[in-house]
């Protein structure tokens, strides 16, 4: 089985999504586990970015589902849906599955924005 390892990152300074195209110079400093991205504009320090990794999955119009999107969930033959937000659930109750996808695997689902750039979707 192959698995796409694939990243992208939000830029906390510029405030934009980022596309990863390599991580780079190892930290010695055990909070950052590498010194910089590089992207298509050029490298960025590891503090001044939010790494967000990729699920594997595809939403319903094969867009890639990545940490941090927001998704709209389609259930009861499409009529009903709710949104939610990906994220990556590592607890003991868990054991490590991405929170919103079990529920994407037996519906259709779509990417519709992402926590940083569209946190109104996600309130009320």
Not at 3 to 24: C, P, Q, T, Y
Not at 80 to 87: A, G, T
Not at 99 to 121: K, M, Q, R
Request: aromatic residues 12%; proline residues 2%; hydrophobic residues 35%.
């Amino acid at each position: 089985m192959n698995r796409i390892i694939d990243f992208k990152a939000w830029d906390k300074k510029k405030e934009k999504m980022r596309n990863v195209h390599g991580l780079s110079g190892l930290e010695k400093d055990d909070s950052y586990p590498f010194k910089y991205i590089t992207c298509s504009e050029g490298v960025i320090q590891w503090k001044d970015i939010i790494l967000l990794q990729f699920t594997g999955l595809l939403d319903k119009n094969g867009k890639e589902i990545f940490e941090g999107d927001i998704l709209k969930i389609y259930y009861e033959g499409n009529q009903r849906s709710y949104l939610k937000e990906v994220k990556w659930l590592n607890d003991a109750i868990n054991k490590g599955r991405w929170d919103a996808l079990d529920t994407c695997v037996y519906t259709s689902c779509e990417v519709v924005g992402n926590i940083f750039e569209n946190p109104e979707l996600l309130e009320g």
